[in-house]
Structures are given as C-alpha cells and as structure tokens.
C-alpha cells in the first residue's frame, strides 16, 4: 500500500511558475515509476508526465514538453513537477499516481488545484 500527498498548487498568474510535490508513505517507493496527471473542470483526466524507478527517464504530455518537468528524490520519497510559463489551461486539480503495473496506476493522490489566471 502506498499513500501519496500532493501539494504545492495555488494561484499563479500566466507567464509564472510552481512546482508541485507528492511525498508517498512506505518504503517501496523507489520501485514504482511516477505519474503526474491532471483534470479541468467538465473535463477527463489528462496523461501530464512520468518518470521511471531511478529518475532517469521522463516522459511528457506534448501539451507540457519544455515547460513542465518532473524529478523525484527517492530519499525523500518525493516526486515533483516543476510548471514552468504557465497559461490559463493548464488550470486544473493535479493528481500524482504511482505505477502498479505498465500503464496501470494503481494508487493516486488526493489531488491539489493550480489556478493560473490570465
């Protein structure tokens, strides 16, 4: 079982920047890959980033790329994503996940809003 708590998210206005956190419970943090994902309003779930078991390798929405990145300190069972030049439609609540199996994310956040106004 793995815990995880975002936070971080807040209001910012366009052009601005915020880096979120996911702090996860337990020691088996280290072996999941990490997703971050979001939701607007009215909208499903969107796909933003993840990154594997070391940290080495990231993945990004084509939405995000260049300005979002993601990074994860296993020492402190942390994962963050950095927002970089944001606009109003990355207005959404984030969620990080943590991968159970490929392309199954099996334990999620609570989730914590980024409000960027324009």
């Known amino acids: 079982q793995v815990q995880l708590v975002e936070s971080g998210g807040g209001l910012v206005q366009a052009g601005g920047s915020l880096r979120l956190s996911c702090l996860a419970s337990?020691?088996?943090?280290?072996?999941?890959?990490m997703g971050w994902f979001r939701q607007a309003p009215g909208k499903e779930r969107e796909y933003v980033g993840e990154?594997?078991?070391?940290?080495?390798?990231?993945n990004y929405a084509d939405s995000v790329k260049g300005r979002f990145t993601i990074s994860r300190d296993n020492d402190k069972n942390t994962v963050y994503l950095q927002m970089n030049s944001l606009k109003p439609e990355d207005t959404a609540v984030y969620y990080c996940?943590?991968?159970?199996?490929?392309?199954?994310?099996?334990?999620w956040g609570q989730g914590t809003q980024v409000t960027v106004s324009s």
């Open positions: 990154i594997n078991q070391s940290g080495e390798s990231t």
């Open positions: 337990g020691r088996t943090f280290s072996s999941y890959a």
């Open positions: 996940a943590a991968e159970i199996k490929a392309y199954v994310y099996g334990y």
